[in-house]
């Protein structure tokens, strides 16, 4: 099956900080998202991008499917941010992959 | 809208015993999924339906564990005769497919299986 690699798998950040979160995908895809686990465990859909770039607020996301990879950048950082980053990515059918995820925590 | 609804939200139970966990999806969302999470790791794929149909399931899902959506609604997933590697975050999820554009899925807070 597909593999879908994060990185990196923990990050440290000061709030008012901007990061980068990367997803590498082994073969192309037609569904990509990226979630967001807070720490009380519910997933929260950041995008759905398979290609392209999209932005909502301090988030944006970037898809280059032809070179199989997705970046995630936040922007100014807020402690509400911490929580576990997902990428999960679908190359036919109807499902998706999950990676294992990057670990954030934003501290004050 | 209230979002993906699943019930209960923990779950403890001996090993042996069956355990049946609800999820009712967005409602106009036709496709529903399952997943199983466990501490560290991204969620794992179990099986989907789209309206009534199970339409996949995962090669690595035990017989033990069956699925229902049987009037394309709501879902159950019964696990007979748990064992302790049972245990884990069992998550539902919906979507509503719209050839490519915007198929957001999205999930419910999920039922956390312990099994002594």
């Known amino acids: 099956g597909i593999q879908v690699e994060q990185s990196p798998p923990d990050l440290i950040l000061q709030e008012g900080a901007n990061s980068t979160l990367r997803c590498n995908f082994s073969d192309s895809v037609n569904n990509l998202q990226w979630f967001h686990q807070n720490p009380w465990g519910q997933l929260i859909n950041l995008f759905y991008i398979p290609s392209g770039t999209k932005q909502n607020g301090r988030l944006s996301a970037t898809t280059v499917a032809t070179e199989r990879y997705s970046l995630l950048y936040i922007s100014s950082s807020q402690t509400t941010d911490s929580g576990v980053y997902f990428c999960a990515v679908e190359p036919s059918g109807s499902r998706l992959t999950f990676g294992e995820g990057t670990q954030l925590t934003v501290n004050p | 809208d209230t979002g993906v609804s699943q019930d209960p939200r923990h779950k403890i139970t001996k090993r042996g015993q069956n355990v049946t966990f609800r999820c009712d999806p967005i409602?106009?969302?036709?496709?529903l999924y399952w997943y199983r999470q466990t501490l560290g790791q991204g969620p794992e794929f179990l099986t989907y339906f789209q309206n009534e149909a199970q339409l996949e399931k995962s090669r690595l899902l035990s017989d033990r564990f069956s699925a229902e959506r049987p009037k394309g609604s709501f879902s159950t997933l019964e696990i007979q005769r748990t064992e302790q590697g049972d245990s884990a975050m069992y998550l539902c999820?919906?979507?509503?497919?719209?050839?490519?554009?915007?198929?957001?899925?999205?999930f419910g807070s999920g039922t956390q299986l312990s099994v002594l």
């Open positions: 409602s106009e969302h036709n496709r």
């Open positions: 999820a919906s979507s509503f497919p719209s050839g490519g554009y915007d198929e957001k899925l999205f």
